[in-house]
């Protein structure tokens, strides 16, 4: 005889994108086998009560039923189960920044899903000060992060996202731009009064530009005085001891970046 008819069938209802969920019937009277239709409305068949949805590739929310099957034909379908399928809550802030080293990071993670909770963890990277961060923060970041080296460094900020039981992992990239540093001598050799001193920078970092300025200083009788790039002016003391006078080098890199030298 033909299969009697099916049980309900016991399972999540309301699954995550990409979960895997099991369901299960009871045994149905002459049943050599199980035809679930599946909320997409295909269908497979089965030799047990159970049957696993992968739901990173069952992707259409829809109704899930079973009967019983064997060679005289299908039973009666079960009560059909409602099947929800809920998207993982994702970011909806930017997913790409750019800061200066040593300059202020600040973001607030977001997501157009009400109701996400967020927290990060940003990763360790060798040639970024402060190390890695250990502990989970909520969705707002404020650090401070130093490139130490001469090259720029992609920092990752980790997110976690959870959402009615869903969540999600979704990474915030970071790049760290260097500073530049005048790598030329920072004490050249004295001149004598009325001569004329040259400098010409330069900097750790390919690119840079260079802009000085001089203030007026007592016992120089130069004006203060301000250029871009190398220096050369002459330079008079009026008194009978040595004076040390300061240029004061500001550095800007490709990037925008900008740092200061003496």
């Known amino acids: 005889p033909v299969p009697l008819s099916a049980s309900s069938i016991s ?96 973001y607030t993670g977001q997501s157009s899903n009400g109701g996400t909770t967020l927290s990060w963890l940003r990763r360790g990277v060798l040639g970024i000060t402060p190390s890695a961060s250990t502990t989970a923060s909520s969705s707002a970041i404020g650090e401070t992060l130093v490139n130490t080296t001469d090259a720029p460094i992609d920092v990752y900020y980790d997110y976690s996202l959870s959402l009615n039981s869903c969540t999600n992992t979704q990474s915030v990239k970071v790049t760290v731009n260097p500073k530049a540093q005048l790598t030329s001598s920072l004490t050249p050799s004295a001149i004598c009064s009325g001569s004329t001193f040259s400098y010409t920078p330069l900097s750790n970092i390919t690119g840079s530009s260079f802009s000085w300025s001089r203030s007026a200083q007592a016992g120089i009788s130069e004006l203060s005085s301000s250029g871009t790039g190398s220096i050369s002016e002459v330079l008079s003391n009026t008194t009978s001891a040595s004076i040390g006078v300061v240029y004061n080098y500001t550095l800007t890199t490709l990037s925008g970046c900008t740092s200061t030298g003496t």
């Open 11 to 106: 399972g999540s209802t309301t699954v995550c994108s990409a979960s895997q969920v099991t369901y299960t019937t009871t045994a149905i009277t002459n049943a050599t086998g199980y035809r679930w239709t599946l909320p997409d409305g295909s269908i497979t068949d089965t030799n047990s009560t159970t049957l696993s949805i992968n739901y990173a590739i069952m992707t259409s929310s829809g109704n899930l039923s079973v009967a019983g099957l064997n060679t005289c034909g299908v039973g009666v379908s079960s009560p059909s189960l409602a099947i929800t399928i809920l998207s993982p809550p994702v970011l909806s802030s930017p997913l790409t920044a750019t800061v200066c080293s040593g300059t202020l990071f600040s």
